[in-house]
Structures are given as structure tokens and as C-alpha cells.
């Protein structure tokens, strides 16, 4: 069965850090293009960001230089980590995986930056 289950969410003051977790199972993440989207209330779901099955990386411009995206196909496991967050990162954040004819979507995980 294929699964992609978000974790690491939560309230974290503007400046803080979070590290989100995305753990798999059902495929191996190392053959798939892994990314993470994120979603605010009254606003489409964006991308935040990706990462190739050969390990090239993307990032939303919003983004760019203060979040970081990796795996470990040891774990089977992708991460976001986030740094220097803004109030403007307060979404549900969603890890994806896709390749030619499948896309797999997790729950997602609240993140709230916030005083």
C-alpha cells in the first residue's frame, strides 16, 4: 500500500526553524520526483520544493535560501527543512511524489508561524 505520511508541523515563532519529515512506503522515494507543496487558507496550492530522482533541486522564490529540501533512501524518508520562517510561511504543507503516470499526495502537516 502507498503512503506518504507529513510530520514535524507546528507553531513556531517568526525566525524559528522547523524540520518537516515525509516518511514512505509502498515505493522507494530514490526512483521519484519528490517535492513539497504548500497550501494557505483562501490560496492555491504552490510549490515550495522539489527535488529530482537524479537530485537536482528546485525552490519557490519566496523560499530560496532559507528552506532546504533532501532525502534519505536509506529511510525512505524526504525532509524540508526550514529556516528563518516568516508569518508568510503559515500554510498545510504537503510532500508529493511523482513519476511518469503515478503522483502520490501525503495529509499534509500544519505550520503555523506566529508571536
Known amino acids: 500500500q502507498v503512503q506518504l505520511v507529513e510530520s514535524g508541523g507546528g507553531l513556531v515563532q517568526p525566525g524559528g526553524s522547523l524540520r518537516l519529515s515525509c516518511a514512505a512506503s509502498?515505493?522507494?522515494?530514490?526512483?521519484?520526483?519528490m517535492s513539497w507543496y504548500r497550501q494557505a487558507p483562501g490560496k492555491e496550492r504552490e510549490l515550495v520544493a522539489a527535488?529530482?530522482?537524479?537530485?537536482?533541486?528546485n525552490y519557490a522564490d519566496s523560499v530560496k535560501g532559507r528552506f532546504t529540501i533532501s532525502r534519505d533512501n536509506v529511510k525512505n524518508t524526504v525532509y524540508l527543512q526550514m529556516n528563518s520562517l516568516k508569518p508568510e510561511d503559515t500554510a498545510v504543507y504537503y510532500c508529493?511524489?511523482?513519476?511518469?503516470?503515478?503522483?502520490?499526495w501525503g495529509q499534509g502537516t500544519q505550520v503555523t508561524v506566529s508571536s
Open positions: 508529493r511524489a511523482g513519476r511518469v503516470l503515478r503522483v502520490y
Open positions: 527535488t529530482s530522482a537524479g537530485g537536482t533541486t
Open positions: 509502498g515505493f522507494t522515494v530514490s526512483s521519484y520526483a
